[in-house]
């Protein structure tokens, strides 16, 4: 089906498109497919900076992911001004995504599709999903609970409150 003709399009950012917002598309596409919702979605992910294009995500985020029951197998690509038409909600894994994202918004309009990822955060009080990079396997692991969580409150947002984000 051409991606135009899904319901809903949504595009999960962080950095380097290679742990947290591939987590977020896998853990999101998931949810969706469990609930016989994926029909209605079209799901992608990309990075802020370019540096990993192509690459699958990294090692230790698929390694961590497969122990729950998630396989990340996307290919990291760059952000481009042509999401903010392409999709309708853009999430944010912190405040430096953000910025960056917004920094690209070419009218309010576009901006106005951003959020950050733990806006929808149902159980932690985390203000930004930690890049995970540097860390050890715990901030593998918070990363997942994180977007466990958020991920989970984006589609209650989404169906059960009738709340349409893209207005
Ligand atoms: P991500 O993590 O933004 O969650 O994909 C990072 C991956 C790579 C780099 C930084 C953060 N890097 O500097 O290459």
Redesign the pocket.
């Given at each position: 089906m051409d991606n135009n003709q899904k319901e809903y399009k949504v595009l999960f950012v962080?950095?380097?498109?290679?742990?947290?917002?591939p987590a977020g598309e896998g853990i999101f596409k998931k949810l969706v497919e469990d609930k016989g919702l994926a029909h209605r979605f079209f799901i992608d992910s990309a990075?802020t900076g370019g540096?990993?294009i192509g690459e699958l995500p990294?090692a230790r985020m698929r390694q961590h992911g497969a122990r729950r029951g998630y396989d990340f197998n996307s290919r990291a690509r760059k952000f481009d001004v042509q999401d903010f038409d392409d999709f309708d909600i853009i999430l944010a894994?912190d405040d430096s995504n953000y910025n960056n994202i917004m920094r690209l918004s070419p009218d309010l309009e576009s901006g106005q599709k951003v959020y950050r990822m733990t806006d929808f955060s149902r159980k932690y009080s985390y203000d930004h999903v930690p890049?995970?990079?540097y860390s050890g396997a715990d901030g593998f692991e918070l990363v997942l609970d994180l977007l466990e969580d958020a991920c989970g409150g984006l589609l209650e947002n989404i169906l059960e409150q009738g709340n349409d984000l893209r207005k």
């Open positions: 962080c950095l380097g498109n290679i742990c947290r917002s990075g540096w990993h990294d894994m890049d995970p990079y």
